[in-house]
């Protein structure tokens, strides 16, 4: 028994994908009312999920191999060849162990929602399983149908448990990412059917296929469209603070820590391994959108009322620097893309949470309404303080460290001609002088000032021991990445490297 569960012929990724799904349908046999049940029975299935999933890698991952390890491979629809292929490498390590504790952390969150408490968590669940199957996935179907698989959650997560405008919120994501996803399924059927003599969905046949440069080109404006909704890059963003201003905050979490990252995540896996000629020439024109998207964000933000779409913006800002890594085709600036994958990945979730939790407080949702916080809830001030330093990229977080790795790709990049670099750096600079105006100014409206404490019968308690223990949960990865960027960045400078040699300087 002890040798199944040390080699790599235990099923450890279909497990770890099927299993919270699974364990997520049980729950129709969980008492209607049962609320307490049913929160407690779903943190359990996510803490044993999270430790299945790290002891899994701990024991069967080797840092230093760039090739595809714990690989499955199992046939699933004889009529077209369709297998269930699984497997991971140093890019998905860190985004599956990210999507485990983000989730986990949300569960708790979660414990506010009591109407309809048994679909609300077997929906977090469903989320889940799509999650880490899209990032694990071999086969370029089953990253498809794991990509979809996501989607319907989100909407009824969005539709059923949002706030006054939750329904049209709700229509614009599915419009949005739904539609990107006609793209999606177009570029996999187009670069199965044409990548070889006969039809292949494996991702690493067709990493080694080369396609006519028109061919090329059409299949990566293609996933470019699919992923551009999901990141979102701009002028495909509008989406995100809609769906970030109505959902309720566990559901927040999900999509600035998870959801975000997966079209970064198949930009790399996908543009990036497989099209290679089509992103070095698509990538300076990648890397002046990713500069635009900074500054206009950050311009954008401190005009917005509502505290959500406020931070909203601030994730729209921070998914530049992770294009603008990409773009760069560079050691420094790929690894900076993934760091700033993972960072902003706490970073967004625990702004959401603090802002989430203050709205339960005061059931306000504008700014300009809020004012004098800090000393009823001293707590969520110090906390809020700490992670919005963080977001403006203080040295010694987790943000500061992969903003500059990022710049260093830039500078070092042999692709591009000094004058450009200059300038994109420039504006870059501005971006980053543009963030903590809109932070600072957004913890001045909540916390200072005198306007909530001159309300007749104004108190309302502190964060609880729950909320605590969520924030500094966040709050201690961001400050670990931040002194020893090196625990993240191990794990995927070996992938990055074989990316770069094969396809760009091969």
Known sequence: MYLVFTTNDFPWLTIIVVFPISAGSL???????????????????????????????CYNFKMDDPLIQLSEDYKWINFFDFYWRMGIDGLS????????????????????????????????????SGQIGSFSSRDLLLFFIMWE????????LLAMWGGKKRLYSATKFILYTAGSSIFLLIGVLGISLYGSNEPTLNLELLANQ??????????????????????????????????????????????????????AYGLVRINMELLPHAHSMFSPWLMVVGTIQIIYAASTSPGQRNLKKRIAYSSVSHMGFIIIGISSITDPGLNGAILQIISHGFIGAALFFLAGTSYDRIRLVYLDEMGGMAISIPKIFTMFTILSMASLALPGMSGFIAELIVFFGIITSQKYFLIFKILIIFVMAIGMILTPIYLLSMSRQMFYGYKLINVKNFSFFDSGPRELFLSISILLPIIGIGIYPDFVLSLASDKVESILSNYFYG
Do not use: Q
């Open 27 to 57: 729950m129709l046999f969980l008492p209607h009312r049962g609320n307490k049940v049913n929160k407690w029975y779903t943190i359990c299935i996510c803490i044993l999920e999270l430790l299945l999933t790290t002891y899994a890698f």
């Open 93 to 128: 390590i860190g985004t599956i162990l990210l999507t485990g504790f983000i989730t986990t952390l949300a569960t708790l969150a979660a414990f506010p929602v009591t109407r309809d408490s048994r679909l609300f968590h077997f929906l977090m669940l469903a989320m889940y």
């Open 149 to 156: 698989l996501e989607l319907i959650p989100v909407y009824l």
């Open 210 to 263: 080369s396609y006519p440069v028109t061919l090329e080109i059409l299949f990566y404006i293609g996933f470019l469209i699919a992923f551009a909704v999901k990141s979102p890059i701009i002028p495909l963003h509008t989406w995100l603070p809609d769906t970030h201003g109505e959902a309720h905050y566990s559901t927040c979490m999900l999509l600035a820590g998870i959801l975000l990252k997966m079209g």
